[in-house]
């Protein structure tokens, strides 16, 4: 619309200016013409007169001539040529002004001389065979030609821009319910279902708006009863989960009387009241999140937050030497999300290779690898997700809610979590976390 409105606006200014400098200067060349000829009329007159009183002398009539604005005037009398100015000699004008003239016709005609545009006008005189030719200046007339294009020029760059200016505000005035509409959802991509589209102030929106509104409205009341659900299920989960896991350590603490044949059950089913275990406790972590859990800033020193954490989840030293950096960030949710990383890794990624920390101007970056096969470009999107899984079952997905909390988790912090392929093959996810100086 921008661009329509400028050149709909540069074409209209351009004709228009094109028929304004048509009609002036038309009007102007003609104007300069008629005056030269009456005063070449007029000399014509001075010239006669002097010729009858003064006996056919030509060169005092011909310096008394009224003229005003002729660089100079040449007579032609008797086959002889008089001239006012040396500077403009009778070989200097036309043959076919010249011949027209001396046959008894009134003519002008433009010509060049002395490398500047003159109008020389010539007048037949009673002799025959005999004229006045006056030789007028073109400069004041092209100098007022060059100021009106020059103007009417700006005026037609102004024109256009002032029509792209107006279709820009035009544009922006008819788009603005869509560029709301637009943020609002994505606002509600991001998470914040308590958006809402402001539709009292467009009736032309209102419809769109209130059905978007009330799309939205259903949605958070569903996440929110999704969450309260999950909330409810994993408190109700803890209390039996509990008796299981101490009815199970009693029993390991038994295992010795068991007999062989039992152990193995045994192990599998410890292992996956493991699994039951942090299930119920992402659940109650992702149910806190829904629930709009803020976070809990305070100074900590990365460098030893980020050895800790992914130290005691590995049980063995992965953390690569960093130096201490101290920001300020939620320590229970980004141990968390360290912890969650290496996790992810230990079981899915073929264990982890390495841990390390560094800093990047005002950002940290906490980068984990493992030595798995990688994860598929097009699945990296997803890996984040609920119960993300693989379309195979060699591919590594991210499992379970390990990887949901910990984007939600670095999204909280303002920073962002990606997959890459680490440097001789295998997976490394990059955390990378804005810097608060303290």
């Known amino acids: 619309m921008t661009v329509a409105f400028g050149l709909l606006s540069l074409a209209v200014s351009a004709v228009l200016s094109l028929l304004i400098w048509s009609v002036l200067s038309s009007y102007l060349v003609t104007q300069r013409e008629s005056m030269a000829v009456a005063e070449g009329e007029l000399g014509r007159t001075v010239i006669e007169e002097g010729l009858v009183s003064r006996a056919g002398l030509v060169t005092a009539p011909l310096d008394g001539l009224p003229t005003t604005q002729s660089s100079a005037s040449l007579c032609l009398v008797g086959g002889q040529w008089y001239s006012t100015s040396p500077r403009v000699p009778a070989a200097s004008l036309p043959t076919a002004l010249v011949d027209a003239v001396t046959s008894g016709q009134e003519s002008t005609q433009r010509v060049e001389l002395g490398g500047s545009l003159v109008l020389a006008v010539g007048v037949p005189l009673t002799p025959a065979h005999s004229g006045l030719f006056e030789v007028f200046p073109l400069t004041d007339l092209d100098q007022t030609l060059r100021t009106l294009s020059t103007a009417l020029a700006l ?18 005035l008819a788009l603005r319910p869509l560029a709301e509409l637009g943020s609002v959802a994505a606002a509600v991509a991001e998470g914040r279902l308590d958006a809402r589209l402001q539709t009292d102030r467009d009736p032309d929106l209102g419809p769109l708006g209130a059905s978007f509104n009330r799309a939205v409205a259903e949605l958070e009341h569903r996440v929110e009863a999704d969450s309260r659900f999950a909330a409810d299920v994993s408190h109700e989960l803890r209390t ?17 009387s068991l007999p062989a044949s039992v152990r193995e059950p045994l192990d599998l089913l410890a ?35 980020v050895r800790t954490a992914a130290d005691h989840t590995a049980g063995r030293p992965v953390t690569e030497p960093a130096h201490p950096l101290m920001t300020r960030v939620d320590k229970r949710g980004l141990e968390r999300v360290v912890a969650n990383l290496v996790s992810n890794a230990e079981l899915h990624g073929g264990g982890v290779l390495a841990v390390r920390l560094s800093r990047r101007g005002p950002i940290a970056r906490i980068e984990v690898d493992d030595a798995g096969p990688g994860v598929p470009g097009e699945q990296r999107g997803r890996v984040f997700d609920r119960f993300s899984r693989g379309t195979a079952p060699s591919e590594r997905a991210g499992l379970g809610l390990g990887l949901a909390i910990v984007q939600r988790h670095v999204a909280l912090h303002g920073g962002s979590v990606a997959v890459e392929d680490r440097p001789g093959g295998g997976a490394r996810f990059a955390v990378e976390l804005p810097i608060t100086d303290v």
Not at 279 to 297: K, N
Request: hydrophobic letters at 50%; glycine letters at 8%; zero cysteines.
């Open 155 to 172: 005026g037609a760059a102004a024109t256009a821009l002032l029509g792209a200016a107006l279709g820009r505000g035009a544009s922006r």
């Open 240 to 256: 039996p989960l509990t008796t299981m896991l101490n009815s199970m350590q009693v029993i390991k603490n038994r295992e010795a």
């Open 271 to 305: 292992e996956e009241l493991e699994r039951f275990r942090r299930l119920v406790v992402d659940l109650l972590e992702m149910a806190r999140h829904d629930a709009g859990q803020g976070l809990v800033l305070e100074e900590v020193n990365l460098a030893d937050l």
